[in-house]
């Protein structure tokens, strides 16, 4: 009876009927969302979604679900959303748009993209796309399949400063992506022999109950905790999770290379790493024996703020557990050391003897390799429009192919300067640059302004749509849609569930209209968006079914790959080798590539382009260091601000600040305050923050509001409290990856009725910006 009631109540289905709903069970991802794709739940009638729950099937969740996906229906048939494609009629900022059909809105697209072939070349073309999630490759594959332009960005997001700096530092060193062992898909982890619970978890730069970032839940951490394991926390303010941690290492921002570099030399030191595994499996020791003694955990100390006893302490609790995973996040490559920090945290996963054993680092790879994502498209571009890609020249990482974007920093010279050739085009997919990714946030305002011809295609209106659009192409949600997203998780289908929202199309279909106009030869045999997902499934190797199958299946196809030890076993190399997919066949300590490409094969540190150590003066006048983009509870980015549940959560830009610190300058709690720098300015309010150094300050990113005039000068008030305001663009590491999102400098004082008459917004979008010159 009770296995019948289960059966009934735990369906695993991909659809079924449940009194008058029909519930489909597939995952959600963009947009709006998160990385994780949770299991989900959509209750469905008459073609409209009325509620959403989580899938207690799922292996990623569980049954559990954040504010953001409960949120749904709210977000579903929110009347901000776009309905239909708009043209502009009034001057760019004037917020005044008229409605067209697709047909008239893609007539106008094709026209104008055989007008810049003939009279610029496809290159001229640009296209910018948002965080990684499920709207990554569809447009990659409009710009180099369809336009046939070799130039995709980041929203203007300076020095890759995403992910891409770890993700590169694991495939150089290790060949493969390295993932914390958390068992995430077993529910009976206790009767899987071959796992252990990892006995130590260092949560580095990383707040994850609350960011969920890239494939990894957050909730995971809580399971091991309930199992025993214990935590050592790496961020300067006291979350969650470091306030139960053994040990909380309260770090100044942007020094994290040096802190690797300081437990590294404990490691060493006290021989507490793993000698069988460096023997056998690495290349390179000697070396990284010799860099450590450069830094003795006494510097390290005057470097990171971090008492040497406590840097101790980690490293000898890291090392000594039998088995240990590191959880690391975003403050690692938002960072000038970003690469740098990356490679030698790598280097410590690997030493210490945790990768790819139980509880400790898993080896992964993308579902049956399918993993194409922001290099699709490139097979279809020849090597002489490769060689017209903006700025890869300038930086050997890029030039080689590594990674398949054009460097974001050098677009926004091109764009400021018409230097190698003057961008004509922006198609912007998934991006809201000035309200969230763009570091130097007027800068890049001014600059897409100089474009002669933008498209955005996008749920909601933006302040980036508004001050430079030409065109708006409206998206349907996750909820509306056929999709599917391969990352470090199971393969798994988005199913449409409900009717699309008014007149909007998938990213999909938007592929698929457009090629069958501009490219019908790569197009033509395509009847339905999910014949081209079937094709695009089976692109690379592993794959015999179509999209149907993966939507029947749900969760059946593929899952983390818990073989352990696969270096050993010869399950990584294509010749069936023991070894890492490296030029030496070894964990690259040292790394061959970097030697190719002129850089430093070593770790070190690199001090914050502003600071007490490098800008002593002007650390005079902003004396409080600066750290940006705590993670929100509710809201993604920029997403989530129009819907008044989630606003609820969270109504006002809140920054942090030390009370101590608050007291010397004047300011109460829920006083707002300016936050300056010599690049500009933004208001927040101010909280009290215990946790925090007294030096220390931090400031939400994202925010703008869309309750505000959308026109300028008010522009939604995007630059208000932008903090994009503050950072910077084209300061990074030697490899052009990491910038100082996290780590500069400013001033703050109370804002008064004398001091706020012109709001930010309109310097900017009125009065030429806040008059910074870079020098």
């Known amino acids: 009876m009770s296995e019948e009631f289960n059966k009934e109540l735990y369906k695993t289905a991909a659809r079924w009927q449940e009194g008058e709903y029909e519930v489909t069970r597939t995952a959600v991802w963009t947009a709006p969302g998160c990385h994780c794709s949770c299991g989900v739940l959509l209750y469905t009638k008459d073609g409209k979604l009325e509620k959403i729950e989580g899938d207690p099937n799922s292996p990623v969740n569980r049954g559990r679900l954040c504010l953001r996906c409960i949120n749904m229906v709210e977000q579903v048939y929110s009347p901000e959303r776009l309905k239909w494609p708009l043209k502009r009629v009034g001057e760019r900022g004037e917020n005044k748009w008229e409605r067209i059909t697709w047909d008239e809105a893609y007539k106008l697209i094709e026209e104008k993209y055989y007008e810049l072939k003939k009279n610029y070349g496809e290159q001229t073309i640009v296209t910018l796309v948002g965080t990684g999630r499920n709207a990554m490759w569809q447009p990659a594959v409009i710009t180099r399949t369809i336009f046939g332009s070799p130039n995709v960005s980041f929203g203007f997001l300076s020095a890759d400063s995403c992910y891409q700096p770890r993700m590169t530092a694991n495939l150089i060193k290790a060949g493969d992506c390295l993932i914390a062992d958390c068992s995430q898909t077993h529910p009976l982890r206790e009767a899987r022999p071959e796992w252990q619970k990892p006995e130590v978890i260092l949560v580095w730069g990383n707040n994850p109950l609350v960011s969920n970032g890239d494939g990894f839940l957050g909730h995971w951490i809580v399971d091991m905790m309930k199992l025993g394991t214990k935590l050592i926390v790496v961020d300067p303010a006291l979350t969650w999770l470091a306030a139960r941690a053994e040990l909380w290492l309260k770090i100044r921002p942007g020094t994290d290379a040096a802190l690797a570099l300081g437990i590294l030399n404990v490691v060493i030191n006290e021989k507490l790493y793993d000698k069988e595994f460096v023997e056998n ?140 050739y003057p961008v004509q085009m922006l198609w912007m997919q998934g991006t809201n640059p000035i309200t969230n990714m763009a570091g130097e946030a007027p800068r890049v305002y001014a600059a897409m302004k100089k474009v002669p011809f933008n498209v955005v295609v996008d749920l909601f209106m933006t302040p980036t749509a508004v001050a430079c659009a030409d065109l708006v192409l409206p998206v349907a949600m996750s909820v509306e849609r056929n999709s599917f997203r391969s990352w470090w998780t199971p393969l798994r289908a988005l199913t449409k569930a409900a009717d699309r929202y008014e007149d909007t199309k998938t990213d999909e279909e938007i592929v698929l209209d457009l090629g069958k106009r501009i490219r019908p030869d790569r197009f033509e045999q395509y009847n339905t968006a999910e014949d081209f997902l079937d094709d695009f499934l089976k692109d690379d190797e592993g794959v015999d079914y179509d999209f149907k199958d993966l939507v029947e299946k749900v969760q059946d196809w593929w899952d983390w790959d818990y073989t352990y030890k696969k270096y050993e076993k010869g399950l990584l190399r294509a010749d069936g080798q023991p070894g890492f997919v490296t030029p030496t066949g070894k964990y690259e300590i040292t790394s061959t590539l970097f030697d190719v490409w002129g850089f430093d094969s070593l770790g070190f540190h690199i001090e914050p382009a502003e600071g007490p150590n490098t800008t002593p003066e002007l650390m005079k006048e902003y004396p409080l260091i600066l750290t940006t983009g705590n993670r929100l509870w509710g809201c993604f980015h920029s997403e989530h601000r129009q819907f008044p549940t989630m606003r609820e959560i969270h109504q006002q830009p809140m920054m942090d600040i030390h009370p101590e610190t608050a007291k010397a300058l004047g300011i109460i709690e829920g006083d707002w305050v300016w936050l300056e720098n010599r690049r500009g300015k933004c208001k927040q309010i101010a909280r009290f923050n215990e946790g925090l150094d007294p030096k220390v300050v931090r400031g939400e990113h994202g925010w703008w509001f869309p309750e505000k005039e959308g026109a300028e000068p008010v522009l939604f008030g995007v630059f208000d409290s932008n903090i994009n305001n503050l950072t910077t663009m084209g300061v990074h590491g030697p490899t052009h990856y990491g910038a100082p999102y996290k780590s500069t400098i400013c001033k703050v004082y109370k804002v008064t009725p004398e001091n706020d008459k012109v709001t930010p917004s309109a310097i900017v979008t009125k009065m030429g910006g806040f008059g910074y010159v870079k020098k």
């Open 281 to 420: 499996w690495t290349y390179g020791f000697d070396e990284l024996v010799e860099r450590v003694q450069e830094y003795p955990v006494e510097k390290v100390s005057e470097i990171t703020w971090i008492p040497k006893e406590q840097i101790i302490q980690a490293a000898r609790m890291y090392a000594n557990a039998k088995n240990g995973a590191i959880q690391w996040g975003l403050a690692i490559d938002m960072q000038m050391a970003a690469m740098e920090a990356s490679c030698l945290i790598t280097d410590l996963m690997a030493i210490t003897g945790n990768i790819d054993v139980p509880g400790g680092m898993v080896l992964q790879r993308y579902a049956y390799n399918r993993g194409k994502k922001y290099g699709s498209g490139l097979e279809n571009i020849p090597e002489e429009m490769l060689l017209k890609r903006i700025g890869t020249y300038e930086s050997p990482i890029h030039e080689s192919g590594y990674t398949p974007f054009i460097p974001p920093d050098k677009l926004l010279e091109t764009l400021e300067s018409g230097k190698p």
